[in-house]
C-alpha cells in the first residue's frame, strides 16, 4: 500500500512539472588566498547536487526557472552561500572563491579523550559534516563544537555508520565499528569525502541509519602541494610533525601522493598517558586511458600510547584532581603505565575507475587489511590487588576513623599509594623467585590481531535527467586472532598456565584448572600465549541498490539491501571446565537480513523545503555479542537473533544567501539487540559473563541548526539537539562462570524506561564566526550539556537484587535509581590567520577549548558491575566517572608551496 502511494505521488508531480521551464547552471570554484581551482566540492542547488573536478568545474542540467541559493561544501573550506537567478535556457557563474577553514589542521581523531581511552569498550562516534542532508549546519557544527562533551548525533554509537575508504569498508567485522584512529595524523589526504547523514541516498553504499561516508584518498584527488606542518597541543600528544607531497593528475596521466607524520608527548592532559605515533600514506594513480584509471593506497597509523582508566570520585577527591589516573606509577623515578595500547593496522587498497561515458560509471576495490591491536595490564596470582584504586585501599571502606584518616594522608602525600607500586611488585616477584615458585605479578598483553580481504564494486547510471540509479556488491574475509600473551615477568622466573579460581574452588580437579589441556601445566615465559586462543571468522556478502527521482517540485528516493552473513569461532586451546566445546571449530552461524529505506524532499519553493525518509533494516548479531565466553567455549547466547531497526524523520529546511536553517524530528526503534558484559561476580567470587538479548530502545528527539550571515564577515551559528534515548524492554541475561563452578543461570534484567548512557541527551552551542576580507579569522562558541546519565549495572535492576527488602525500604530506590549527572557549558575560541608569500602560503590557526577550564563536565560514567548482594550497599561498589578535559590549547602552523 505504501509503494503504490509512493508512486502515485510520483505519477502526480511528474505530469504536473512536465512543462516547466528549465535551464542549465555551471561555474568554477577556486581558492581564495591560492586562485587555485577546488575539486571535489559539493555544490547544492535546490535539491541537485554535483561535485567539481579537477579544474574546479560544475553544471546543472536541468534547473527549473527561479531564484536559487547555490550552496558550497568542501573538507577544510568554509561553507559559502550566493544566489543565482536562472531566468534563461544556460546561467554562467564565474569563478567564485570558498576560504580555507582556519581550523582544518584540528586532529580530529585524537583531539578529545573517548571511551576507548578508557577501560570500557568504545563507543565513540565520529560521523562526518555530510553532504546532503536535512540540516548540514547542524551536523557540520556539532562535530567539533559538542564533540569535546561527549555528544553523539542522536544518541547512536559508531556502528551505526559505515565508514569506507576508497570504497573499501573499514569498520571492523567483529565490533561492527570504524576507529578512525587507525589513520590519525594524515589529515592531509583524507580530508576528501563524500558523505551522507541518517538514511539520504548515497552512490557508493545502501548506508546505516548513522549514515555513510566514503573518504576519498585517490591520488588524483589530492589538492598539488607540497605542504609541511607543525602543531602544538597539550591534549592526547603534544606535538606532532606532518609532511605531505601530492603532484596532482599529471599530464602524462599520473598521479603521485605521500604523507607522513609523527605525533608524540611524554604526557598529554592526563598524567601517565605517553603517546607515540607515527603515519604514513602513499598514493599512486595512473591514468590508463580517457575511460579507465587504476589506483593503488597504502597507509598505516602505527601508535602506542598508554591509556587512562575512570576511577571512584572519592580517588578524584582525594588526590585533588578528577584526572587521576590509577594505570600508571613510578619505576626507578620514571613513570610506567600498565595498561599500554599498541596498534599497527597496515591498509592495501587496490582501486579501478571505469567511466563507460558521461552517464556510467563503475568503481571496483580491492581492500587488504591485517594487523595488531595489543592492550597490556597487569595480572597476579595469590597475591595482593596492585591496583591502587582497589575498593579495600581506600579510606571509606576502612571502619576505624583513624586507620580511615592515615589512609586519607597516605592518598595524599604518598605516590607509591595513590599510584601502582611497581618496586613492590618487583620485591614480591624476587621473593617467589628465592623459593622457586612462579611469579606472583605480570604484565600480559591482550592481542585482537586480524587480516581481512574486501570486494566491492558499486554502479552509478543516470537513466536521463530525471532517474538515477546506483548498486552495489560488498564481499568480506575476516579472521581475527583473540589471545594474550606474557609481556614482562616483573623480575619473576615463570607463570604456569592454569585458571586460579578454579585452583581454589576444585583443587583436587586436575582437569578443571587447565587452560589448556592439550598442554598441562604448562610454565609460562615472555612472549609466550597463554590464558587463552581463539580464532573469530566472519564472511559477509552484501547486495544493494538505489534509485533517485528528480522531478520539479519533488525529488523521490527508494533503496533495498540483502547481507548474508556467517561467522564461527576456532578454539585453539582445550580448556579444563569446558573440554567438548572450546577446543577447534564451532558450529556456523548463519544470518540472512535485508534493509529498505525511501524518502521525498518537496520543494515548497526554491528555499524552502520539507523531507521526509524512513527506513527498516535487520543486521546480524555482531560475533562479540554472539558467544556467551568466547576465550574459552563457543556456546552461542540463548535467543540470539539479528537486530531490527526501524527509523524515521520528517524535517523542514530554509536555504537562503544570508540564512540556512534546519529542523528535524527523529524517532528510531531498535529491537532484539545483543550485549556481552564481563565482571567478577562477588557471591561465586569468579568472573562471569552477562549475555542480555532482547535489548530494545527508543531514540527520539529534535535537532535545529542555524547560520546566519549578519554582516558579509560575521555571521551567527546556533544548533540544538533535544533527545530521549531509553530501553523499552525487559531484556534476558543467561550468566556463565569462568571456573564452571554454577550451571548457567537466566534471569530477567528490568530495565524498561531506563535511560541509555554514553552521550547528552541535551546539547546545544551558540557561536559567532568571523572571517576578514584579509584573511584573519576568529570563531567564538558557548556550548551546553544536558541530561547526561551514567550506565546502569543489569545486576541491580533484577529480583535477586532487592531480594529480602521489603515495600518501601529506602534501599529499593537506592539500589535501582539511576544517576544523572549535573548539567555543564564550555567556551570556546579560536584564532586563524592566512598568508600569501610569492607563492608560498602559511596557515597560523589557534584554539583553545573549555577557556573557564570547567572540569566538571562529566562525559559519561558507569555503574560497577560488582555489587554487594549481602548488605546491599551500593556505596561499596560506588560508580565510575570520567571527565571532559579542562582547559586545552592547540596551535597549528602549516607551509604550502
Not at 55 to 79: H, N, S
Not at 178 to 200: I, P, Q
Not at 596 to 603: F, L
Not at 867 to 878: G, H, L, S
Amino acid at each position: 500500500m505504501r509503494v503504490t502511494l509512493l508512486f502515485l505521488i510520483l505519477l502526480f508531480f511528474v505530469v504536473a512539472g512536465a512543462k516547466a521551464q528549465e535551464g542549465k547552471v555551471s561555474g568554477i570554484i577556486v581558492d581564495t588566498v591560492s586562485a587555485q581551482p577546488v575539486q571535489k566540492v559539493t555544490v547544492s542547488l535546490n535539491t541537485l547536487q554535483t561535485q567539481t573536478d579537477e579544474k574546479g568545474y560544475f553544471e546543472f542540467l536541468k534547473v527549473p526557472y527561479g531564484k536559487w541559493t547555490i550552496i558550497l561544501q568542501a573538507d577544510g573550506f568554509e561553507t559559502t552561500s550566493f544566489p543565482v537567478d536562472v531566468n534563461n535556457p544556460e546561467v554562467t557563474i564565474g569563478n567564485f572563491t570558498m576560504k580555507q577553514k582556519m581550523l582544518d589542521e584540528v586532529d580530529k581523531t585524537e583531539g578529545t579523550i573517548s571511551e576507548q581511552d578508557l577501560e570500557v569498550e568504545n563507543k565513540e562516534q565520529n560521523i562526518s559534516g555530510p553532504l546532503h542532508s536535512a540540516s548540514d549546519v547542524f551536523i557540520s557544527t556539532v562535530g567539533f563544537t559538542l564533540g569535546a562533551g561527549g555528544f553523539k548525533i542522536r544518541g547512536y554509537d559508531s556502528e551505526n555508520e559505515l565508514i569506507y575508504i576508497n570504497s573499501v569498508p573499514v569498520n571492523n567485522a567483529v565490533t561492527g565499528r570504524a576507529l578512525w584512529s587507525e589513520w590519525g595524523g594524515l589529515n592531509d589526504v583524507t580530508r576528501n569525502k563524500d558523505a551522507v547523514f541518517t538514511l539520504v541516498p548515497s552512490k557508493f553504499s545502501f548506508g546505516n541509519i548513522g549514515g555513510a561516508t566514503d573518504i576519498d584518498a585517490r591520488a588524483s584527488h589530492q589538492r598539488k602541494e607540497t605542504k609541511i606542518s607543525y602543531a602544538l597541543s597539550n591534549k592526547t600528544y603534544t606535538n606532532r610533525v606532518m609532511a605531505t607531497y601530492s603532484t596532482g593528475m599529471m599530464s602524462n596521466g599520473w598521479a603521485f601522493t605521500v604523507s607522513g607524520s609523527r605525533r608524540w608527548g611524554n604526557g598529554g592532559y592526563v598524567d601517565g598517558t605517553f603517546y607515540d605515533g607515527w603515519s604514513y600514506f602513499m598514493g599512486i594513480e595512473k591514468k590508463v586511458t580517457d575511460n579507465h584509471s587504476l589506483g593503488i593506497t597504502v597507509f598505516a597509523a602505527p601508535t602506542k600510547r598508554g591509556m587512562q582508566a575512570p576511577a571512584v570520585q572519592e580517588a578524584y577527591d582525594l588526590t585533588g584532581s578528577n584526572y587521576y589516573n590509577p594505570n600508571w606509577g613510578y619505576q626507578n623515578g620514571e613513570v610506567r603505565n600498565a595498561k599500554v595500547r599498541s596498534v599497527n593496522d597496515p591498509y592495501i587498497i587496490l582501486n579501478h575507475y571505469w567511466d563507460i561515458n558521461k552517464k556510467t560509471k563503475i568503481t571496483s576495490s580491492a581492500g587488504y587489511s591485517f594487523g595488531r591491536f595489543g592492550t597490556t595490564a597487569l595480572n597476579w596470582y595469590n597475591a595482593q590487588d596492585p591496583r591502587p584504586d582497589y575498593y579495600r585501599y581506600l579510606p571509606s571502606y576502612q571502619t576505624d576513623s583513624a586507620i580511615a584518616g592515615i589512609y586519607t594522608t597516605a592518598w595524599q602525600t604518598d605516590p607509591s599509594i595513590s599510584q601502582i607500586n611497581w618496586n613492590k611488585l618487583y620485591q614480591i616477584n624476587y621473593l617467589s623467585n628465592l623459593s622457586g615458585e612462579q611469579a606472583r605479578y605480570i604484565i600480559e598483553e591482550r592481542r585482537d590481531d586480524y587480516n581481512q580481504l574486501s570486494l566491492n564494486s558499486h554502479i552509478n547510471h543516470e537513466l536521463n535527467e530525471r532517474i538515477s540509479i546506483s548498486g552495489g556488491v560488498e564481499l568480506k574475509n575476516f579472521t581475527g586472532s583473540h589471545y594474550k600473551t606474557l609481556n614482562d615477568l616483573l623480575g619473576g622466573e615463570y607463570w604456569i598456565d592454569i585458571d586460579q579460581f578454579a585452583e581454589r574452588d576444585f583443587s583436587a580437579d586436575t582437569v578443571k584448572l587447565q587452560n589448556d589441556l592439550n598442554n598441562p601445566n604448562r610454565i609460562i615465559k615472555e612472549g609466550d600465549k597463554f590464558g587463552y586462543d581463539y580464532n573469530s571468522h566472519i564472511n559477509t556478502g552484501h547486495f544493494w541498490a538505489q534509485s533517485v527521482f528528480t522531478f520539479q517540485k519533488v525529488d523521490i528516493f527508494a533503496a533495498a539491501s540483502f547481507t548474508a552473513t556467517q561467522f564461527w569461532r576456532t578454539g585453539n586451546m582445550k580448556n579444563g571446565r569446558y573440554p567438548d566445546n572450546s577446543y577447534g571449530n564451532s558450529a556456523k552461524q548463519n544470518f540472512n537480513n535485508f534493509g529498505v529505506k525511501g524518502g521525498a524532499t518537496y520543494k515548497i519553493t526554491g528555499r524552502h523545503f520539507v523531507n521526509i525518509e524512513a527506513g527498516y533494516l535487520t543486521r546480524a548479531p555482531f560475533f562479540k555479542n554472539a558467544y556467551m565466553s568466547p576465550r574459552i567455549r563457543d556456546n552461542i547466547a540463548p535467543g540470539i537473533k539479528s537486530e531490527e531497526l526501524l527509523s524515521a524523520s520528517v524535517g523542514y529546511i530554509v536555504r537562503y544567501p544570508r540564512l540556512q536553517a534546519g529542523v528535524t524530528l527523529y524517532q528510531t526503534n531498535f529491537k532484539n539487540g545483543s550485549e556481552i558484559n564481563t565482571f567478577y561476580h562477588d557471591v561465586y567470587q569468579t568472573y562471569v559473563n552477562q549475555a542480555l538479548v532482547g535489548i530494545d530502545k527508543i531514540h527520539r528527539g529534535i535537532e535545529f541548526g542555524s547560520e546566519c550571515k549578519i554582516t558579509k564577515s560575521l555571521s551567527a551559528i546556533i544548533v540544538a539537539a533535544v533527545g530521549q534515548y531509553y530501553f523499552t524492554s525487559r531484556p534476558t541475561a543467561t550468566i556463565s562462570y569462568d571456573n564452571g563452578s554454577v550451571p548457567d543461570t537466566t534471569e530477567t534484567i528490568y530495565l524498561k524506561n531506563f535511560n541509555i548512557s554514553g552521550t547528552p541527551q541535551i546539547a546545544g552551542s551558540v557561536g559567532l564566526k568571523y572571517s576578514h576580507p584579509k584573511m584573519w579569522y576568529a570563531s567564538v562558541n558557548w556550548n551546553y550539556f544536558g541530561d547526561i546519565y551514567i550506565d546502569v549495572n543489569p545486576e541491580r535492576r533484577t529480583v535477586t537484587a532487592i531480594d529480602g527488602l521489603g515495600p518501601g525500604d529506602p534501599k529499593i530506590l537506592t539500589i535501582i535509581n539511576q544517576q544523572r549527572m549535573t548539567d555543564q557549558n564550555t567556551l570556546d575560541v579560536s584564532l586563524g590567520k592566512s598568508l600569501k608569500i610569492k607563492n608560498y602560503f602559511i596557515n597560523i590557526n589557534f584554539n583553545v577549548s573549555n577557556v573557564l577550564d570547567n572540569q566538571k563536565l562529566v562525559t559519561g560514567g558507569y555503574e560497577q558491575m560488582r555489587f554487594d548482594f549481602e548488605t546491599k550497599n551500593v556505596d561499596k561498589f560506588p560508580p565510575k566517572y570520567f571527565y571532559a578535559f579542562g582547559r586545552t590549547y592547540y596551535l597549528g602552523i602549516s607551509f604550502k608551496f
